[in-house]
């Protein structure tokens, strides 16, 4: 089953960063993205940390159980919250985003469906091969005034808090997982991305960019959002779903 889910991977640091705190783990059946949070390498300690323990509790290669997948994401959690009580960052606290696709079982259901779990404001959309649609909710300030009817989703895109976000792994000893659960027969492909691709983006000319990049999906966004001012570090997996090939 590994050799039928080909992914499309790439980070950048961006042109303005002096570091890149993206993350991800793109080894099937585990695709995630993950954003450190706290400036210099503490960001960038927190993202590694969370996705290599991540690849330590769920083994490559075949579906796994939900229930595997929430306590891996608890462990991690534990692990980046570790890193703001030790030497490797100081005094300051440490977090990091977690959004992305596990391909898993469930006793109930015929066939494989995929488990899309977020924690921040990565993103995972789903690709029908038109359009995207972002299946998750940013944890966000500027989503909270979005939903709030305070403000416009384009005057979320410049609000002076669009970087606030109001989850994230490590900041409390428990951790808050929106997971849903998608045939996979239902979607094409899933897009999952650090915020520096959708502040660069918007999502029709992510639409645009993916219908006239095929074989190369990944590395045609990263290049448009740094083309585009690259003011943040971007990350993009795409990962055609299994019924798809
Ligand atoms: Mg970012």
Request: include cysteine.
């Amino acid at each position: 089953m590994t050799d039928r889910v080909h992914v499309n991977a790439r980070t950048d640091i961006g042109c303005v960063r002096e570091l890149n705190e993206d993350s991800f783990l793109a080894s099937d059946p585990v695709f995630v993205v993950a954003d450190g949070v706290g400036g210099h390498a503490r960001g960038e300690v927190a993202s590694r940390t969370a996705v290599e323990c991540l690849a330590r509790h769920l083994p490559a290669g075949s579906a796994l159980d939900p229930e595997r997948v929430i306590e891996a994401i608890e462990a991690a959690n534990t692990e980046v919250r570790a890193l703001s009580n030790s030497d490797v960052v100081g005094t300051s606290t440490a977090g990091t985003t977690l959004s992305g696709v596990v391909r898993v079982t469930q006793p109930s259901q015929q066939g494989d469906r995929w488990m899309v779990i977020n924690v921040g404001d990565s993103r995972v959309y789903s690709w029908d091969g038109n359009r995207v649609e972002q299946v998750t909710t940013d944890h966000s300030v500027v989503q909270e005034l979005v939903e709030a009817g305070l403000i416009t989703p384009d005057e979320a895109l410049h609000h002076p808090d669009r970087n606030i976000i109001t989850r994230a792994l490590g900041s409390g000893d428990r951790v808050d997982v929106d997971a849903v659960f998608i045939p996979d027969s239902e979607v094409v492909a899933f897009l999952i991305c650090t915020d520096g691709l959708t502040r660069e983006l918007s999502d029709p000319r992510i639409s645009e960019i993916l219908r006239g990049n095929p074989d190369d999906p990944a590395d045609a966004l990263v290049d448009a959002a740094v083309a585009a001012g690259g003011h943040d570090n971007v990350t993009v997996l795409f990962i055609p779903t299994v019924t798809a090939l």
